[in-house]
T-cell receptor, first 116, second 109 residues
Framework: NAGVMQNPRHLVRRRGQEARLRCSPM?????VYWYRQLPEEGLKFMVY????????ESGMPKERFSAEFPKEGPSILRIQQVVRGDSAAYFC??????????????FGPGTRLTVL | DQQVKQNSPSLSVQEGRISILNCDYT??????FLWYKKYPAEGPTFLIS?????DKNEDGRFTVFLNKSAKHLSLHIVPSQPGDSAVYFCAEKGGKLTFGQGTILTVHP
């Protein structure tokens, strides 16, 4: 029973390029969350998605960032025209049921994005 | 605005002794708290949680205490082991998770 999978584990991009981060939730999980950890900080919520729906994107930067979770395939976090400040670890988590206070989220190993 | 704060960036403890990690929060409406443990190059893993209707929850060597009047929670690890060395995050879960900045725990043999 594989856990949450993220790829790539490490991604290097030059300023202005696009970054695509992928997350495959645990089997049977239909809810995905993305978090970002900047250096020396805790994880910060970005977006919560169900299959084909964005439920809460209150933590997403207004520009250049987008997320999707299609009916088939992994969830994608896309960052267009990356800047140095986007360098961070991006974590995906999944859960099996409708988002409630008591529903545990299982985290993937993260993708470390470095923008040169 | 940091709604969940861990004011100690690091803690060093001798093996076998108690580790106490602290966390403060600002919103009295918060009602469910969790502690996560994170090793380098891995994602956070759930450790223990507590609901605001309780003031203590225990699981083996790990105990979480909640002081609602002080808006403070703490994680006690007894006895501490070298394998406990990691970054510990407290989080509030009122929907999405709101994390503190983390405390690096080092347990020396």
């Amino acid at each position: 029973n594989a856990g949450v999978m993220q790829n790539p584990r490490h991604l290097v991009r030059r300023r202005g390029q696009e970054a695509r981060l992928r997350c495959s939730p645990m089997k049977g999980h239909s809810h995905v969350y993305w978090y970002r950890q900047l250096p020396e900080e805790g994880l910060k919520f970005m977006v919560y998605l169900q299959k084909e729906n964005i439920i809460d994107e209150s933590g997403m930067p207004k520009e250049r960032f987008s997320a999707e979770f299609p009916k088939e395939g992994p969830s994608i976090l896309r960052i267009q025209q990356v800047v140095r400040g986007d360098s961070a670890a991006y974590f995906c988590a999944s859960s099996p049921y409708k988002e409630t206070t008591y529903n545990e989220q299982f985290f993937g190993p993260g993708t470390r994005l470095t923008v040169l | 605005d940091q709604q969940v704060k861990q004011n100690s960036p690091s803690l060093s403890v001798q093996e076998g002794r108690i580790s106490i990690l602290n966390c403060d929060y600002t919103n009295s409406m918060f009602d469910y708290f969790l502690w996560y443990k994170k090793y380098p190059a891995e994602g956070p893993t759930f450790l223990i949680s507590i609901s605001s209707i309780k003031d203590k929850n225990e699981d083996g060597r790990f105990t979480v205490f909640l002081n609602k009047s002080a808006k403070h929670l703490s994680l006690h690890i007894v006895p501490s082991q070298p394998g406990d060395s990691a970054v510990y995050f407290c989080a509030e879960k009122g929907g999405k998770l709101t994390f503190g900045q983390g405390t690096i725990l080092t347990v020396h043999p």
